[in-house]
């Protein structure tokens, strides 16, 4: 079996290392890779957002299966590109993906089919977004609504922190477009679960 791993951060290295352990796999890519997947995989120079170039390379090289890692390119349709070329791909579809993709629309979802959720605003101006901090008091979630590569999530226990979580993303742009809509959370306690279903 010829397998390509999509990204370049640990999740990936440790995606190739499992993989490198199945039996009947015979070569595994990895786009764009890193240092330690170098030394048990072969690292392709393709970025994960160019999907014309992945599907491409997948093509030639007669992949039988991609496993995307990062968020990026699932959100930009490398499920949808693969499988329409005919190429296996672990993922969901960019629909899917756009509830990781997107904070605010997760929310939306989550309200029309009756999933309990934090109470939460959603904001496009940095004005509207303190007065709805100042009402509801810390603590608060402040949230960059699209991808930021894990970073985009601010837990913020004070009024001060609130306003600079808002501040960082509003007017330092340090989550780029990511932070064009932003979402603020009530602050919940308890135990943090991430369930996946294969």
């Not at 764009?32 to 957002?49: L, R």
Request: hydrophobic fraction near 50%; aromatic fraction near 6%.
């Amino acid at each position: 079996m010829r397998i390509l791993v999509i990204g370049s951060g640990g999740r990936e290295h440790a995606l190739t290392w499992k993989l490198r352990q199945c039996r009947g796999v015979e070569q595994i890519y990895v786009a764009p890779g890193n240092g330690g997947t170098a030394g048990i995989a072969t690292n392709i120079p393709i970025a994960v957002s160019d999907i014309d170039a992945l599907v491409s390379f997948a093509r030639e090289k007669s992949i039988d299966l991609v496993v995307p890692g990062p968020e990026l390119p699932l959100t930009l349709g490398v499920v949808d590109a693969m499988v329409s070329a005919g190429i296996p791909c672990f993922g969901p579809s960019a629909a899917c993906a756009r509830l990781e993709g997107s904070k605010s629309y997760a929310k939306e979802v989550m309200a029309a089919a009756g999933v309990p959720t934090a109470a939460a605003g959603v904001f496009t101006d940095l004005g509207s977004a303190r007065r709805f901090a100042a009402e509801h008091g810390a603590p608060l979630v402040v949230k960059a609504d699209g991808l930021a590569s894990g970073k985009g999530v601010i837990v913020a226990m004070t009024q001060a922190e609130v306003d600079a979580a808002l501040a960082l993303m509003f007017q330092d742009n340090a989550f780029g477009s990511a932070s064009n809509k932003v979402v603020i959370e009530e602050f919940l306690r308890g135990e943090e679960v991430s369930l996946l279903c294969f």
